[in-house]
């Protein structure tokens, strides 16, 4: 759970300037942030992918992966609980105005941490082998996001940092048991498939270049392992 603690050591560490001096940062100087990490995050994704010893087999997880998640709507799904939740924590009226931003911060961010690619993956490979890099990343953009999310939504943004720990962690530790069950020909391949969703990730949200609903690629993290455990199982060579 090593890359949770610093994920919400990050988002404890920017809530707190964002409080603090969040309104005196420039725009145009988060923008260009947001893209630096956007160009960072992108190469970490390529990197990952070409760790893969058969492309061929991300191909058919992201194939497969992305028609299951189409079908399943799970983007889709993933929008509406925000929508949902947002609406249930912020429409009652006779809410004081600090109350209701508390919990407008405390939603919008624990969405915005929770709910993706990156925290899902990450928290499997930090469980997995321990190799916590992508929720260190992970962790470098959550701070931002707490900045600025703090310096207009206040200190409800803090708060997102329980459920980071009951999410991201729950999933490393469920990781961890079935760590036996997963050889390091399905970790390699997984990994390579995450790597083109946090690629996705980054073309989509950090460099708005083209959107792509990155969501519905998820069931890929489950697919590529999968082929390679089916491969393995008939004795075929993955290479």
Same mark, same amino acid.
């Given at each position: /759970?090593?890359?949770?603690?610093?994920?919400?050591?990050?988002? !404890?560490?920017? &809530?707190?300037? #964002? $409080?603090?001096?969040?309104?005196?940062?420039?725009?145009?100087?988060?923008?260009?942030?947001?893209?630096?990490?956007?160009? +960072?995050?992108?190469?970490?994704? =390529?990197?990952?992918?070409?760790?893969?010893?058969?492309?061929? *087999?991300?191909?058919?997880?992201? $194939?497969?992966? &992305?028609?299951?998640?189409?079908?399943?709507?799970?983007?889709?799904?993933?929008?509406?609980? &925000?929508?949902? !939740?947002?609406?249930?924590?912020?429409?009652?009226?006779?809410?004081?105005?600090?109350?209701?931003?508390?919990?407008?911060?405390? /939603?919008?961010?624990?969405?915005?941490?929770?709910?993706?690619? /990156?925290?899902?993956?990450?928290?499997?490979?930090?469980?997995?082998? #321990?190799?916590?890099?992508? $929720?260190?990343?992970?962790?470098? !953009?959550?701070?931002?996001?707490?900045?600025?999310?703090?310096?207009?939504?206040?200190? #409800?943004?803090? +708060?997102?940092?329980?459920?980071?720990?009951?999410?991201?962690?729950? *999933? %490393? !530790?469920?990781?961890?048991?079935?760590?036996?069950?997963?050889?390091?020909?399905? /970790?390699?391949?997984?990994?390579?498939?995450?790597? @083109? =969703?946090?690629?996705?990730?980054?073309? %989509?949200?950090?460099?708005?270049?083209?959107?792509?609903?990155? &969501?519905? +690629? @998820?069931?890929?993290?489950?697919?590529?392992?999968?082929?390679?455990?089916?491969?393995?199982?008939?004795? *075929?060579?993955?290479?």
């Amino acid at each position: /759970m090593t890359g949770t603690i610093i994920n919400i050591i990050t988002v !404890l560490g920017g &809530g707190l300037l #964002g $409080l603090l001096f969040g309104a005196r940062l420039p725009e145009k100087m988060r923008q260009t942030i947001v893209a630096g990490l956007g160009l +960072f995050t992108l190469a970490i994704g =390529l990197q990952m992918f070409f760790k893969t010893a058969n492309s061929i *087999i991300v191909l058919a997880g992201i $194939l497969f992966g &992305g028609i299951l998640g189409e079908w399943w709507k799970i983007e889709d799904k993933l929008a509406g609980l &925000g929508a949902w !939740l947002e609406q249930k924590f912020t429409s009652g009226e006779d809410k004081d105005e600090n109350g209701s931003r508390f919990i407008r911060g405390f /939603m919008t961010a624990s969405l915005l941490f929770c709910i993706g690619p /990156m925290a899902i993956l990450g928290s499997i490979q930090d469980g997995l082998s #321990g190799d916590y890099k992508l $929720l260190a990343i992970k962790s470098v !953009l959550d701070g931002f996001a707490a900045l600025a999310f703090a310096s207009t939504l206040g200190v #409800g943004v803090l +708060f997102s940092s329980l459920v980071i720990l009951v999410y991201q962690g729950g *999933i %490393s !530790l469920l990781a961890a048991q079935v760590q036996s069950y997963v050889t390091p020909a399905m /970790m390699t391949e997984m990994t390579a498939a995450g790597g @083109l =969703l946090i690629s996705g990730l980054a073309f %989509s949200t950090l460099l708005e270049i083209k959107r792509i609903r990155v &969501g519905n +690629f @998820l069931p890929a993290l489950l697919i590529a392992p999968l082929i390679v455990a089916i491969l393995e199982a008939l004795h *075929i060579a993955i290479k």
